[in-house]
C-alpha cells in the first residue's frame, strides 16, 4: 500500500485547535517533501502547506501564522497543527507525497492520497 493514512480531525468550535498526522503504513518516508491539501464541499482542493526532508515548510497565506506543518521522519509521521480555527478552515483534509519538480503549491505533482479526515469548525 502507497497511500497515505490521515487521522486527528474532527469537530471543534471557532478559535479551537487540531492537530492532524499523516502516516504511510508498511513504508517508511523518503527524502520527498510531503504537502498537506483540503477540500471544502463544492471548491476544488487546494494547497496547505508542505514540509521537505530536511523541513523546509511553506504555507497558504490562509493559513500561515496560524498551521505548523512537521514531520519525524525516524517515525515516518507527518503532522498539521491547526490552531486559532476558522469556519473557513472546514474541509476533508489530505496528505500526499510530491513526486515531481516544481513549486509546491502544484497539486498536480502530488501522489499517494489518501482518504482524508475531516475537519468541521462551528461558529
Known amino acids: 500500500q502507497m497511500e497515505f493514512v490521515e487521522s486527528g480531525g474532527g469537530l471543534v468550535q471557532v478559535g479551537g485547535s487540531l492537530g492532524l498526522s499523516c502516516r504511510a503504513p508498511g513504508r517508511t518516508f523518503n527524502s520527498n517533501t510531503l504537502g498537506w491539501f483540503r477540500q471544502a464541499p463544492g471548491k476544488e482542493r487546494e494547497f496547505v502547506a508542505s514540509?521537505?526532508?530536511?523541513?523546509?515548510?511553506t504555507y497558504a497565506d490562509s493559513v500561515k501564522g496560524r498551521f505548523t506543518v512537521s514531520r519525524d521522519n525516524p517515525k515516518s509521521i507527518m503532522y498539521l497543527q491547526a490552531n486559532d480555527l476558522k469556519p473557513e478552515d472546514t474541509a476533508l483534509y489530505y496528505c500526499a507525497e510530491k513526486l515531481s519538480s516544481g513549486p509546491d503549491t502544484n497539486t498536480a505533482l502530488y501522489y499517494y492520497w489518501g482518504q482524508g479526515t475531516q475537519v468541521t469548525v462551528s461558529s
Open positions: 514540509i521537505s526532508w530536511f523541513s523546509t515548510t
